[in-house]
């Protein structure tokens, strides 16, 4: 027979640190939305300069490296930063859905990317391949972490 003392119930947290921890989470999230906006904004202006790079380029050799080599490094660059915004969000916000935060800022600035402004500005056009191949590495990253925050348990069950 032990005689280990009982141990009694965790006590309910003060209200005041309720507070301050939705204090934190809301202003988390407020950082995660504009950090999906700011990755949205870079990767369109990645897609925008590399194409124009690939474009500027004589010859087909010279045009086919200089493109894979983009393309790769901008689809590595792209993944990494949405990894990285995604990890940002569950930690600052702390729950199964924070990826979302940032995941749909970063889809309507990319959706508005593709419409011109009225000056007749377009900063992804249809025949931009490493946009294009950009844009889809950033929406399966989000999907796939998304997903993976979703059908994972949380820690402690």
């Known amino acids: 027979m032990s005689i280990a003392p009982e141990q009694q119930p965790a006590a309910p947290p003060e209200p005041s640190g309720r507070a301050v921890d939705l204090a934190v989470r809301v202003a988390g999230g407020v950082v995660v939305v504009w950090a999906g906006v ?12 590399a194409w124009e790079v690939v474009k500027g380029r004589p010859g087909a050799a010279g045009k086919a490296l200089v493109g894979i080599s983009l393309a790769v490094g901008g689809i590595v660059a792209v993944v990494m930063l949405t990894v990285l915004v995604s990890w940002f969000a569950h930690l600052a916000v702390g729950t199964r859905w924070a990826a979302a935060l940032a995941a749909l800022p970063w889809f309507v600035v990319i959706v ?6 009225v000056e007749g500005d377009l900063a992804l056009s249809g025949d931009n391949v490493l946009g294009l191949g950009l844009i889809v590495a950033g929406a399966i990253t989000f ?3 998304g997903f993976r925050q979703m059908v994972v348990p949380p820690p402690g069950r």
Do not use: E, K, S
């Open 38 to 49: 700011l990755a949205a904004v870079l990767d369109l202006l990645f897609a925008t300069w």
């Open 143 to 145: 999907a796939v972490l």
């Open 112 to 117: 508005a990317g593709g419409f011109r402004t």
